[in-house]
C-alpha cells in the first residue's frame, strides 16, 4: 500500500512529461480544429488581464460549470491517492439568505466520490437526440457519443447516463448530468470529455474555452491550478486517444480524482472492528422499558405483570398479529460527538479516523406474534430495518384495525422480529432533515448519524441473543407446565428490511458478522441519483429550491454530497455483503436483493447500480436485463437458484414513470405492492428461514400471463380487514 502510495502520482506525471516532450498530441498543428486561440487573458492590444484563479476555465462560462474536476484539487503526497480536494469558498453555491456551502468538508477528502455525478452548465441547452439517457446507456460506449467517460486506472471506456435536468424551468440553467451506470472502484482517476458530436439546438458544436484551447495547443493558459497540473492534463489527453478519442473530435477534455477507500468504508470499518470486540464475549447493555401483552397470551408470560416494578406492563387487547410487544434501549459503542440533533461523526485528526465517544442508549422494538409465542419450541430471531423517515415503533407499533405488512409477515411466518431506528433517517430525525434542506452545511448531522446507524443493529442482535434470551422474565409458560426460551437464540441470525430497510440493510449487511440470510427488498444505491427520482424527496427538494433557486447549482450540491452519503451508502458496501466480505463475517451468508418494478420512491435505475455493484445474479427472465449486471438462467430452466446472492424483479402492474431525473407524481403505489403478495412472502420464507433457495414460481399460479418474471396485482390494504389472506407458510414444494 505504501509503495502504490508513493508511485502512483509521478507515474502520471512522468506519462505526461514524456507526452510533452515528445509533442505527440498538443504540438501537432494537424490535430487543431479552426487554428490556434491566443494566450488566455492577453487581448488583441496586448494588455494582460489576470484570470480568477478560483473559477474553472475549462467548460461553459460559468466559475462552477462542472463538478467535479482536477481544477477543483491539488497535489498531495501526503494522501492515499496523492491528491487532495481544494475547492475555493468563493466558488461555492450561496444561498438566499446569504449562507455559503463550505468548502471545508471537501477540502479534508483525497478525492471526490466515485459514484457522484458530474455536472456541466453548457453555454446554451444541447440537442438531447444522441445523449446517452437513463433508456439507452449504449450509446455512450459508440464512437461519436457526445460524452465520453474514462477509467484512466484501467484504460477502459465507462458506460453512463448523460441527462438534463428535468427540474429546471430555465433552459439556460438546465445543467448536463453524467452518471456511471457502474459505479468505478474508490481510488481510480476518471476521464471525462465532450465531443464535437454534443451539439447546442441549432446543430453546432461548442466552442472550445480560450484555456481549453490553449491546453491543446501547448500554450500557458495563465491559470496557476492548470499549470500546476498540466502533466496530468497530458496524461488524460493521451489515454483518451489511446482508445480512439482524437483531437479534432475533443471540445473538453478533464479527469478528476475519486477518494480513497478509507474516505467510503473506512469510517465504518473502524466502528465496526471496535464494535465487534467491545460486543463479544459479553454483550453491551439492554433494557425492558414496557411490555404489552395481549390478555389472550398472558398465561404465557407469568413472569411478567403489572405489579413489576423494573418493567412497565400493560394487558390489554393488542392487533391480531401481536401477542407480545416489547419496547427496551441498548447500548452500543458512540462514534458521534453526542446524542443531539447538531451531533457528527467525532472525527479524529485531519484524516478519515474516527474516535469512540463512549457509549450510547438507543431504541428498540420486538413483536412476538401468537404462532411464534404459543409454538412449542422457542421460534426463530430475525432483524427488521424499517422505512424511510419512518421507525421500528413506527412500524410495530400499529393499532389493532391498522393493515401493517411486518406484523404481518412475522404472524404468517411464526418468528420473532426485533429493530432499532436508522439515526438520522428516523421519524425522529424529521426536523434535521428539514434544516439540512435549507442549509446544506449541515448536512453532516444527517449523512454521519446514518453511519452510527448501520452498527446498531450489531450491538442490538448480540444483546438480544446473549442476554434478553435468556432473561427468565421472559421464559414463555406452555400448557405441559414446562417453560421455554422467548426465542431461540442459537439459530442463524436473519434480516429482512423494506425501503430504507433495503437500502441501509445493505451496508448494515456487510458490516454485521452475525448474518446469515438477508432479503433487502427495494433497495438501491447512490443518494445523489435518488433523490431526484424519488417521491419520499418532492417536499425536501421544493425547500431547497425556495432557498437555493437556481437549478443548476442544486444539482451541483446534489453531487458534491454524494462523497457524504458515501460514507454508508450501499453503492459502497453491496461488494461486501457476499462477494467480498469483510474479515470475521459469517460464512455461507446469503443475500436477495428484490426489486419492485416502476417503483416510484426507490428508483429502478439505482436498485440496478446497486445490483452492479452488489455482484450478485440478476434471475432471468427478467423485465429488463441491466446491462453489467450478472444473470442466472435458472428460473428460466424451471429450477430454484441456490447460489449466494440474487436480485429478482417484481411487476405488481403499477406502470413505470418516464425516464429521466423529475420527481415521479404520482406515486403509482409500486413501492408496496409487492410486499402484501402472498407469493413474495412465501419466496423470501423460503430463503430465509428455508433451504436458502430463491423461488420465483410460486406467483404461477395468479401470474397475469402465467410465465415469469412474476407480474400480479396486488391491492394495498390500509386496514386490517382489507389485508391479503396470510401466505401459506412453508410454501409448497413445487416439482
Known amino acids: 500500500m505504501s509503495e502504490l502510495r508513493r508511485t502512483a502520482r509521478p507515474t502520471w506525471r512522468l ?34 488581464t489576470p484570470p480568477n484563479e478560483n473559477c474553472q476555465p475549462l467548460v461553459g462560462t460559468e466559475c ?59 453555454p446554451t441547452p444541447p440537442d438531447t437526440s444522441k445523449l446517452a439517457d437513463e433508456a439507452h446507456s449504449e450509446r455512450s460506449l459508440a464512437a461519436d457519443s457526445p460524452t465520453w467517460m474514462l477509467d484512466l486506472t484501467t484504460g477502459q471506456r465507462l458506460r453512463h447516463i448523460a441527462e438534463l435536468d428535468l427540474n429546471a424551468k430555465d433552459p439556460k440553467r438546465q445543467a448536463l448530468i453524467l452518471r456511471p451506470w457502474t459505479v468505478p472502484p474508490a481510488g481510480h482517476r476518471i476521464g471525462v470529455a465532450l465531443t464535437r458530436y454534443l451539439v447546442d439546438q441549432a446543430g453546432k458544436p461548442y466552442p472550445r474555452t480560450a484555456a481549453m484551447q490553449a491546453l491543446m495547443d501547448g500554450k500557458p493558459t495563465g491559470y496557476m491550478r492548470l499549470e500546476g497540473q498540466r502533466g496530468d492534463w497530458l496524461a488524460t489527453w493521451y489515454a483518451f486517444g489511446k482508445v480512439g478519442l482524437l483531437a479534432p473530435d475533443i471540445q473538453a477534455v478533464w479527469h478528476y480524482q475519486t477518494a480513497s477507500k478509507a474516505w467510503t468504508t473506512g469510517a465504518l470499518e473502524q466502528m465496526r472492528t471496535a464494535t465487534m470486540a467491545q460486543t463479544s464475549p459479553t454483550p453491551l447493555g439492554i433494557t425492558l422499558d414496557t411490555a404489552e401483552i395481549d390478555p389472550k397470551y398472558s398465561a404465557y408470560l407469568p413472569m411478567l405483570s403489572p405489579a413489576m416494578s423494573s418493567v412497565k406492563v400493560t394487558i390489554a387487547p393488542l392487533h391480531p398479529d401481536i401477542a407480545l410487544r416489547i419496547k427496551g434501549t441498548y447500548e452500543v459503542p458512540l462514534f458521534l460527538t453526542g446524542t443531539g440533533p447538531e451531533a457528527r461523526l467525532n472525527w479524529s485528526g485531519t484524516g478519515a479516523q474516527v474516535a469512540q465517544n463512549g457509549k450510547a442508549w438507543r431504541p428498540f422494538t420486538m413483536v412476538v406474534p401468537p404462532s411464534a409465542l404459543t409454538a412449542a419450541s422457542a421460534p426463530r430471531l430475525g432483524l427488521y430495518g424499517h422505512g424511510f423517515l419512518r421507525g421500528a415503533c413506527v412500524e410495530m407499533c400499529h393499532g389493532i384495525g391498522t393493515a401493517e405488512f411486518v406484523t404481518h409477515f412475522a404472524a404468517a411466518a411464526g418468528v420473532v422480529l426485533a429493530g432499532t431506528d436508522w439515526w438520522g433517517l428516523a421519524q425522529t430525525d424529521l426536523g434535521t432533515a428539514l434544516a439540512v434542506v435549507q442549509d446544506f452545511n449541515k448536512a453532516p448531522q444527517l449523512t454521519e448519524k446514518l453511519v452510527q446507524a448501520a452498527i446498531g443493529p450489531l450491538a442490538l442482535s448480540r444483546a438480544l441473543q446473549g442476554t434478553l434470551a435468556s432473561d427468565v422474565r421472559l421464559r414463555v409458560k406452555m400448557s405441559s407446565g414446562a417453560s421455554r426460551p422467548l426465542f431461540d437464540a442459537t439459530a442463524d441470525l436473519v434480516y429482512y428490511g423494506n425501503s430504507l430497510g433495503g437500502i441501509m440493510g445493505t451496508t448494515m449487511a456487510a458490516v454485521h458478522p452475525d448474518l446469515k440470510r438477508a432479503v433487502m427488498n427495494v433497495a438501491a444505491g447512490v443518494w445523489s441519483t435518488m433523490m431526484n427520482r424519488s417521491s419520499n424527496f418532492n417536499t425536501f427538494l421544493e425547500l431547497m429550491g425556495q432557498s437555493l433557486p437556481d437549478p443548476f447549482q442544486q444539482q451541483v450540491v446534489l453531487a458534491l454530497l454524494q462523497s457524504q452519503w458515501d460514507l454508508s451508502d450501499p453503492i459502497q458496501f453491496a461488494r461486501h455483503v457476499v462477494a467480498e466480505p469483510f474479515a470475521g463475517s459469517v460464512p455461507g451468508r ?50 430454484p437458484f441456490a447460489g449466494d446472492q440474487s436480485v429478482v424483479q417484481w411487476d405488481s402492474h403499477r406502470g413505470n414513470h418516464p425516464t429521466g431525473n423529475a420527481l415521479p407524481w404520482p406515486d403509482n403505489g409500486a413501492h408496496y405492492a409487492t410486499r402484501w403478495m402472498p407469493e413474495f412472502q412465501q419466496m423470501v420464507y423460503r430463503f430465509l428461514w428455508g433451504d436458502g433457495k430463491v423461488e420465483q414460481r410460486y406467483c404461477l399460479g395468479r401470474d397475469k400471463d402465467g410465465k415469469l418474471p412474476c407480474d400480479l396485482e396486488q391491492p394495498i390494504p390500509s386496514t386490517l380487514a382489507e389485508e391479503p389472506t396470510a401466505a401459506v407458510l412453508p410454501p409448497p414444494d413445487i416439482p
Not at 506519462?15 to 487581448?43: H, Y
Not at 438566499?96 to 466520490?113: C, I, K, Q, T, Y
Not at 419492485?596 to 429488463?624: E, I, K
Open 590 to 639: 446469503k443475500a436477495l436483493w428484490p426489486v419492485s418494478w416502476g417503483d416510484s420512491q426507490v428508483p429502478n435505475l439505482g436498485s440496478g447500480m446497486l445490483a452492479r455493484a452488489s455482484g450478485a445474479a440478476l434471475l432471468t427472465p427478467a423485465l429488463a436485463a441491466w446491462e453489467g449486471a450478472a444473470s442466472d438462467a435458472s428460473q428460466a430452466k424451471g429450477l
Open 64 to 122: 462552477l460549470s462542472v463538478v467535479p474536476s482536477f481544477f477543483w484539487s491539488k497535489p498531495d503526497l501526503s494522501s492515499p491517492t496523492g491528491a487532495r480536494i481544494d475547492l475555493p469558498a468563493s466558488a461555492m453555491p450561496v444561498s438566499l439568505a446569504g449562507v455559503a456551502l463550505d468548502p471545508a468538508e471537501w477540502n479534508r477528502r483525497d478525492g471526490f466520490s466515485n459514484a457522484m455525478p458530474t455536472v456541466i452548465l453548457l
Open 15 to 48: 506519462l505526461g512529461a514524456a507526452v510533452a516532450l515528445l509533442g505527440a498530441l498538443p504540438a501537432c498543428s494537424c490535430c487543431i480544429e479552426g487554428g490556434t486561440a491566443k494566450p488566455v487573458g492577453v487581448d488583441a492590444g496586448g494588455d494582460t
